[in-house]
Structure formats: structure tokens, C-alpha cells
């Protein structure tokens, strides 16, 4: 079945630094979603792309979407201390279901 | 309402025990997925309903593992003859048709199977 899979699984940085995460599919998706997961919460939705090579900016945080559609990426600029947490990319088939990757925590010193 | 809500918060079964987990989704959402979420991993797929339709239930690790929306809002999960293994976070997601907006949450049920 559909695989999707994250890395880095862990990520430190230090305040102010920037944070990439990668996120790739096994099979061709109609979209991509991006969720955060703050430790004790849960999943709450941040974007969806959709058209391939899509770029989507929300403030310091840059969503992209692969061209060939099985692949994204999350990038955070200058990060700050809310930005803690665990980032999960979820990939949807045309079947309907999304399914999740492990996602990528995200620890941030001050 | 205003978000996805689900019930009980916590619940502590006692190995072989049934329980049931409710989730309530936002107003006017067709479709609602049930996750399974182990420590430190993401979500499982377990089940989706578009209105009362139980569309897939490919995720569902056994047939102890049952299902539910009949009148096209409140679900119901449950399981049945509990095991260790069942012991996780159960999620509840609620989404539009377009699904656009993403899925939005519940807060969860945290099972724990002695």
C-alpha cells in the first residue's frame, strides 16, 4: 500500500536558525497536507497543496510541492521557540483516505 | 460546535474488556476519519465515513474493531475483547466535501489496556 515517509525523524536547532523537513510518497498523490502536533496535543491542520511544483508562504514557513507530485518539503525560517513540535505530512490518493508520515519533531534552544 | 469533540479523554480497560469511544464532529462535515495514533509515530488510518457511509474501512487491524455513524454525525469506535497491542491515542477527524480546509482533530482518546 501507499507509503509516506519523513526525515529527519529529529531535528535541534538553535533559535534563529532555519529547519527543513522532507516528506516522500511511494505513489503519484492528488495532494499534500501539512499538519503540527505540539507534544501532549493534537494534529492541527497548517496547509494543503495540491498543483504540481505548487510554493506556499504563511509568514516564516515555506510549503512546496514536488513536480512530479510525490514528494514536499516544510521549511521554517528563523526559527523561534512556538515553533516546537512535531510536523507530519499527510498524502492523498485519489481513494480518499490521507495517509501520515512518522513526522519530524522539532526541538528549539533558546 | 466549534471543534471536534471526543470522548473519554482518558480510558483504562481492563485486558478482554469492550470499550466505546465517541466523537462528535463539526456541524455540517460529511466526512469523518478515525486515526490511531502509537507514541512517537503518526496517525494510522483506520476508518472513513462520508455522511452515514462507511466508505473504508481497510485500516481496521481486526474484526474486534467496529465502526460506526448512523445518522451522519456521531461516530462511534469500538473495540472489542481488548488487548495490550489496542493501547494508543485514538484520533477523530471531521472535514468539508472539498476537504480544502484540511482535516480538523479531536483532542483525542488515550486508551490504555492492563
Known amino acids: 500500500g501507499q507509503q509516506v515517509m519523513q526525515i529527519p525523524q529529529y531535528q535541534h536547532v538553535q533559535e534563529g536558525e532555519d529547519f527543513t523537513t522532507y516528506c516522500n510518497s511511494s505513489?503519484?498523490?492528488?495532494?499534500i497536507q501539512w499538519y503540527k502536533q505540539r507534544p501532549g496535543g493534537h494534529p492541527v491542520f497548517l496547509i494543503q497543496?495540491?498543483?504540481?511544483?505548487e510554493v506556499k508562504k504563511q509568514k516564516r514557513l515555506t510549503f512546496q510541492f514536488g513536480e512530479a507530485k510525490k514528494n514536499s518539503s516544510l521549511h521554517i525560517t528563523a526559527t523561534q521557540t512556538t515553533d516546537v513540535g512535531t510536523y507530519f505530512c499527510?498524502?492523498?490518493?485519489?481513494?480518499?483516505?490521507?495517509?501520515f508520515g512518522d513526522g519530524t519533531t522539532l526541538t528549539v534552544k533558546p | 460546535g466549534a471543534g471536534v469533540s471526543q470522548s473519554p479523554r482518558y480510558k483504562v480497560a481492563k485486558r478482554g474488556q469492550d470499550v466505546a469511544l465517541r466523537c462528535d464532529p463539526i456541524?455540517?462535515?460529511?466526512?469523518l476519519f478515525w486515526y490511531q495514533q502509537a507514541l512517537g509515530q503518526g496517525p494510522e488510518f483506520l476508518t472513513y465515513?462520508?455522511?452515514?457511509?462507511?466508505?473504508?474501512k481497510s485500516g481496521l487491524p481486526s474484526d474486534r474493531f467496529f465502526a460506526e455513524r448512523p445518522e451522519g454525525s456521531v461516530s462511534t469506535l469500538k473495540i472489542q475483547r481488548t488487548q495490550q497491542e489496542d493501547s494508543a491515542v485514538y484520533l477523530c477527524?471531521?472535514?468539508?466535501?472539498?476537504?480544502?480546509?484540511?482535516?480538523?482533530f479531536g483532542s483525542g482518546t488515550r486508551l490504555t489496556v492492563v
Open positions: 465515513f462520508q455522511n452515514e457511509a462507511q466508505l473504508d
Open positions: 477527524a471531521s472535514s468539508s466535501r472539498t476537504g480544502g480546509n484540511g482535516y480538523t
Open positions: 499527510a498524502g492523498r490518493t485519489n481513494a480518499g483516505k490521507s495517509t
Open positions: 456541524s455540517g462535515h460529511v466526512s
Open positions: 497543496l495540491v498543483k504540481s511544483g
Open positions: 505513489t503519484t498523490l492528488s495532494n
